[in-house]
């Protein structure tokens, strides 16, 4: 009787596990923060949620457990709601007006040409909105979409419009799954699914979480059962899955990882460097940004898989600003991964850190771009 419990427990477990290590999404539940939340911050909170940011000026929340009562669960200061799964959720204006706000992350590799994928994701409304909208999609893209204002994220792209001239031109995303704008999303003592398949062109790399539509196109509606409060349409969000469904005989079902420099076995031999390419911090600052994690996470897992590998972290700046803060400044950035990767299980034994400031530029420092890519972190192996 007891082995017959232990194989039926077992095979209704399987499929959550095999979809748990399957998921692309990085911290899909939002379980994994750098600290408790404290606050509703006008400039957002997603710094201290693992692998999330959000990728324009308009802000987001997270809530844990955890936090204060302006920020906990399942009661705080936007509305009420048990997480769908675990302990933290986050948080969004979807929203009644052109106030957009997004979740945004790069995933764990890029998606594959020709292949089918499913992506799921819960939403609750908050019951303090004064309206409910419909049209809360999930969009991928193969370059970190993002922009400064806090309106509605579009793609922008500079276009020659003749006689030398150049023009920003603005066009709506069309998300890979979006919820039906005929069945607005007004449930707000339940979680509510989102899921639709779609065929990946090739090299997805970010997942955007919100709303993608305008006003007059987002399904509005005034429920009745509301305890309006907040000034629009405010979501709970919670439990993130992509998944790969199926690939054409013909088509792999990776998307070739030859570029990452993380994983070229030719590399990875005493005395090389590695470039880490999406590492960020705060402006003039030693702060690691949300949008580095993912990196991150790469560079744990080949020092997990080498358990011998020991490893200099070196941080660069372009030449704005004088010698000796350059210098201090990549000292402090360099300090900032390796407490990093310690904070995460890697052994300090194995890390060592040095800053170089300007003194080592792999590019012009003429141009913008070439001081952007001056402004680094490197990693050399010092044994494997």
């Not at 675990?86 to 706000?101: A, D, F, H, L």
């Not at 990946?200 to 539509?213: D, M, Q, S, V, W």
């Not at 076995?265 to 390419?277: D, F, H, Y």
Request: aromatic fraction near 8%; glycine fraction near 8%.
């Amino acid at each position: 009787m007891r082995h017959t419990l232990l194989i039926t427990l077992l095979m209704l477990l399987t499929p959550l596990l095999l979809a748990q290590q399957d998921n692309l999404v990085y911290n899909p539940s939002f379980e994994d923060y750098l600290s408790c939340p404290r606050r509703i911050e006008a400039t957002g909170q997603l710094t201290i949620v693992e692998g999330w940011y959000q990728p324009t000026g308009g802000s987001a929340d997270y809530f844990n457990r955890c936090g204060t009562p302006t920020c906990s669960v399942p009661r705080n200061k936007m509305g009420y709601q048990q997480p769908h799964s675990g302990n933290g959720y986050c948080g969004i204006y979807c929203n009644k007006t052109e106030y957009r706000e997004y979740l945004q992350t790069e995933l764990r590799q890029p998606l594959a040409a020709g292949c089918t994928y499913r992506l799921t994701f819960y939403v609750s409304l908050s019951e303090y909105s004064t309206c409910a909208v419909a049209t809360m999609g999930g969009l991928l893209t193969a370059y970190r979409a993002e922009d400064t204002a806090r309106c509605m994220l579009t793609h922008r792209e500079e276009r020659e419009i003749g006689a030398g001239m150049r023009q920003v031109i603005s066009t709506t995303f069309i998300p890979q799954v979006q919820n039906s704008i005929d069945t607005p999303l007004t449930d707000w003592r339940r979680w509510t699914r989102i899921s639709g398949t779609f065929t990946a062109k090739g090299g997805e790399r970010f997942l955007t979480i919100g709303n993608f539509a305008t006003a007059t196109k987002s399904g509005i509606t005034v429920p009745d059962s509301l305890k309006p409060q907040l000034t629009g349409a405010y979501y709970f969000i919670d439990d993130v899955e992509l998944v790969l469904i199926n690939c054409p005989p013909d088509k792999p079902k990776t998307a070739p990882a030859a570029d990452d420099p993380l994983f070229d076995p030719a590399k990875l031999t005493t005395g090389s460097t590695i470039v880490l390419r999406n590492i960020f911090f705060d402006f003039d600052k030693s702060t690691l940004l949300q949008k580095s994690f993912n990196e991150l996470q790469k560079l744990i897992a080949l020092l997990e898989a080498h358990p011998h590998m020991k490893i200099m972290v070196v941080g660069h700046t372009d030449n704005q600003g004088s010698n000796a803060y350059n210098q201090r400044l990549s000292e402090q950035r360099a300090n900032a991964v390796v407490e990093y990767l310690v904070m995460k299980g890697i052994d300090g034994r194995r890390l060592k850190s040095k800053g170089r400031g300007a003194y080592e530029p792999i590019d012009v420092n003429t141009t913008e771009q070439g001081r952007a890519n001056n402004r680094r972190v490197e990693v050399k192996i010092l044994n494997m």
